[in-house]
C-alpha cells in the first residue's frame, strides 16, 4: 500500500518486503494510487458517499506479526461512508448498511510450529487492505444481518461485485478476502443490542454461515440459562462445526490513534470521482434486473448468467443476435456450464461465440438437426470455434425427416422386440421412450424424434 513490493500469494517467507513495509529507519511510505483508485471505485459501487478529504493515521499495537508496532490505517472519516449492499435471503430483498469502506495495510502472518514456536512470514506486510464495516444499527430505509444466511448471502454478493470492478481475486482460502463477524443478540421487543463476540478462522461462505449460526445459538443458550454473554474474540471450529474462546476482550483497546506525519491527506475532486463513477461496469444487481426485463428469462437463470461479469458478457451478446434468449439461457447454464466444468476451461477461453450459438439453435429450430445431436455439435464448437453448419457438413450429422427411412428403422425395432410390443400393448405406455431410443439408435441418432413418434404411434397403435 506505500512501498513498491509485490502482491502475491505465498512464496518463500520473506522475500517481498522492504525497509518501508518493514518499518526500518529511513523508510518513508508513498500511498500507492492505484490501491486508492480501486478502493473508490469498490466504494461508489456499494454506493458510498467518497470522501473528498480523508487522512492515514498510525493504529498502535504491539504483536508479533506487526514489525512497525503500529498500522497505517484511516481515521474516523473513511474513504467511502454510508453505503449498502443488496441482497436477496430467506425470501425477501434487504439492504444491508455499510458504515465505512477505509484503506490500511495488511499484518504479516504468523506460522506456528512444533515446540510451541511461532515464526513471522512478512511477506503480506503493507498489502494493499479495503476494510468494509457493517452498520448496527443501520438507519432508516436500511437493514442490518440478522442470520447465518444472510451473512453469507451478502459475503457472496460483495464478493461478486468486486469481481465484477476487477479489484480483487477474492479468494478466501488465501485470505484476499476475509470476513470476522461482530455477533450480538437481544431480548424480543428491546432497542438495545448485547454484548458481542467475534469469529475468527472463518474460511468459507459455508463456515460463514454455520460460524453465525452457531454463535447465535450460543448465546441465547448462555442467557436463557441466567449467564452473561462475555465479550471476546472466539476461534470457529470447523471439524467441531463450534467456536471456543481465544481472548478475552472485556476492555475497549486503546490504539492511540494518530495522524501519520509521513503520509498527506487523500485529497480526490470531483472530477476524479466522476471519472470512476463512470469506469464503473453494469454491477451484477442491475443487469439481472435488465437481462429479466430485456430477455424475458427467469430470476433464475438471471442469478446463474450474472454470477461473473465474463459469463453476462457471453450471454447479454449471445441474446443479442439469437431470436430466442430464453433457449440461449438453456443452453448456456445447462450445455455450457457443464463443459466448463467438465473440461476445466475458463469461460473466457471457452470458443462459444454469439454467431455460432446463434446459428446453431437456428439449426435446431428448422430441424436440419435435433437436439441431442444439437448437444455433440455444440461440444465440438466449445472447443474449436468452427461453425454448426461446418460441424454438421463434415460429420453428416443432417436430422432425418424421410418418414419412409424412418418407418423402416421402426419395423426393424418392432420385429426385434416383440415381448416390449405386447407389454405396451398391454398397458405398459412407459415404454413409447424406450421404443423412440431404439429407433434412434438405429438411426444413429440423426432421425426427427416428431417423425419417430408419429410412426410409433401409429405402429403400435394400429
Known sequence: MFCGCEVAFGGSPNTRCCPVC??????????????????????????????????????????PDLAKNYQISQGEVALGMNGFVE??????????????????????????????????DCNRSSMPLMEIVTMNPPPAGLDQIESGEEARE??????????????????????????EPNISIKPKGSEKLGTKTEIKNLNSFKS???????????QEKVLREGGKVRQETRRWNEDRGTTSSMRSKEHAEEYRYY??????????????????????????FARLRRFMADYGITEQDAEVLTDTLEFAELFDACAKVARDPQEVANWLTGEFLRLVNA????????????EN??????????????????????????????SAAEIVKARGLEQVSDSG??????????????????????GEEKLAGWFVGQVMREMKGKANPGVINKVLKEKLNG
Open 208 to 218: 460463514v454461515n454455520m460460524g453465525v449460526d452457531y454463535e447465535l445459538m450460543r
Open 357 to 386: 450459438l446463434a446459428d446453431l439453435l437456428d439449426l435446431i429450430d428448422k430441424g436440419a438437426v435435433n437436439r441431442n445431436t444439437g448437444k455433440a455439435v455444440f461440444e465440438e464448437m466449445f472447443v474449436t470455434g468452427k
Open 259 to 284: 495522524p501519520d506525519p509521513d503520509l498527506p491527506p487523500v485529497v480526490l475532486d470531483e472530477t476524479y470521482i466522476q471519472r470512476l463513477r463512470d469506469e464503473l461496469p453494469e454491477l451484477p
Open 343 to 354: 473440461k476445466g476451461v475458463p469461460i473466457v477461453q471457452a470458443k462459444i461465440t454469439p
Open 87 to 120: 441482497i436477496f435471503a430467506g425470501g425477501k430483498n434487504k439492504k444491508i448498511a455499510i458504515r465505512r469502506v477505509h484503506i490500511e495495510e495488511d499484518t504479516g502472518k504468523l506460522l506456528h510450529v512444533e515446540g510451541n514456536r511461532s515464526l513471522v
Open 22 to 63: 518493514l518499518g526500518l529507519p529511513g523508510g518513508l511510505p508513498v500511498v500507492n494510487q492505484r490501491a486508492v483508485e480501486f478502493m473508490t471505485k469498490a466504494a461508489l459501487a456499494l454506493n458510498c458517499t467518497i470522501s473528498q478529504r480523508s487522512e492515514f493515521y498510525r493504529k498502535n499495537y504491539f504483536y
Open 154 to 179: 451478502y459475503l457472496q454478493r460483495l464478493r461478486q461485485i468486486l469481481l465484477y470492478l476487477g479489484v480483487s481475486d477474492c479468494k478466501m482460502e488465501e485470505g484476499s478476502m476475509r470476513c
Open 405 to 426: 427411412a424412418i418407418e423402416a428403422a421402426v419395423d426393424a425395432v418392432l420385429a426385434a422386440n416383440p415381448q416390449e410390443v405386447e407389454r405396451f400393448k398391454g
